[in-house]
């Protein structure tokens, strides 16, 4: 689809968003089957064929209850952008709406969301000579130092980085070592200011014992589903360790489990902690967000029902004054 403002904007989506575990998938469902539509997936890991207990995949059954599209679109050695993630959301859109069907967007990986809604930041390509040197240098001296190098020629980027965030610390030193300019000059530039479709955002509130409850289940049952087992096919079938889908929570852990790095009960215990702490990063991001539309989800499922069809049949959604903002998620 083209995305400029004199048709985009007529475009509406539906856009279910939070942390994992927080109940996306189910909610997505009841209200794509409720009115008729179809889910567009944004999450990055759910893209990768062959990781379906690591990531939570909706199941084959839920996927023939509503049709489901950017599931199990990319081999696990792809490295798949949030400009692919674009390109292909922005197809599937298209052909959906040309169904005259409503849209759920549903995901937790914010830079594909706004990648999709506001468009990417047109700084230079990726230099593979540049970025090992900078790996390298990262063995050598450490992620502070690292972190403090991009301090000196990106103070603001720096300044909105984790010192253990090192892929976007690596990247943002990549740029300056190209062209001599920050990367935060190029953001300054663009601003992320184009909105490319009408959205309802919204955003499901749990609370935090809660989610971590149900990021310690959904674990063990991960474990109790196969997931070494997944892990154990994947590195049969040629997939390194080292591959970035491969390094994402669950599969790293049990990588370095087979390695003999480490026993079980340890690696189900690293799953849990690193999944909370990226729940945490989550919500991060999202709070940044004014337009989301913070609701509780299963307890207010009809009020949310309600909502969503007044968006979809007149573009009316929840009133600014039932806005209610999360508290932090320590």
């Not at 083209?2 to 209200?31: C, D, F, M, W, Y």
Request: net charge neutral.
């Amino acid at each position: 689809m083209s995305q400029n403002s004199s048709t985009a904007p007529e475009v509406k989506l539906v856009i279910l968003l939070g942390p994992t575990a927080s109940g996306k998938t189910e909610l997505a469902l009841r209200l794509a089957q409720r009115c008729g539509g179809e889910i567009v997936n944004a999450d990055s890991m759910q893209v990768y064929r062959g990781m379906d207990i690591g990531t939570a995949k909706p199941s084959s059954e839920q996927m023939e209850l509503v049709p489901h599209h950017l599931i199990d679109i990319a081999t696990p050695d792809m490295n798949f952008s949030a400009a692919d993630f674009r390109e292909a959301a922005a197809k599937a859109i298209e052909e959906i709406t040309g169904r005259g069907s409503p849209v759920f967007l549903v995901g937790g990986t914010g830079l594909y969301l706004r990648a999709l809604l506001q468009g990417l930041v047109d700084s230079p390509p990726g230099n593979e000579d540049i970025r090992s040197e900078l790996n390298a240098l990262a063995e050598r001296e450490g992620k502070e130092a690292m972190l403090r190098r991009l301090s000196q020629v990106d103070p603001f980027t720096a300044a909105r980085l984790h010192v253990n965030d090192q892929v976007r610390i690596i990247r943002a030193l990549e740029v300056y070592c190209q062209t001599g300019r920050p990367i935060s000059e190029y953001r300054d530039i663009h601003r992320f200011s184009g909105n490319y479709y009408r959205c309802l955002k919204l955003g499901i509130d749990v609370e935090r014992q809660e989610l971590y409850r149900r990021i310690e289940s959904r674990v063990d049952e991960m474990f109790d589903r196969g997931l070494i087992g997944e892990v154990e096919r994947l590195l049969h079938a040629g997939y390194s360790s080292d591959q970035k889908s491969m390094r994402s929570i669950g599969y790293r852990q049990v990588c370095a489990f087979l390695n003999g790095e480490y026993g079980l009960e340890e690696a189900v215990r690293l799953v849990k902690r690193d999944t909370r702490r990226y729940a945490k990063r989550q919500m991060t991001w999202f709070r940044t967000d004014p337009e989301i539309k913070w609701v509780e989800y299963p307890r207010n499922f009809d009020t949310i029902c309600c909502n969503v069809i007044d968006f979809l049949s007149k573009g009316e959604g929840y009133a600014k004054s039932t806005i209610q903002h999360p508290g932090p998620v320590p």
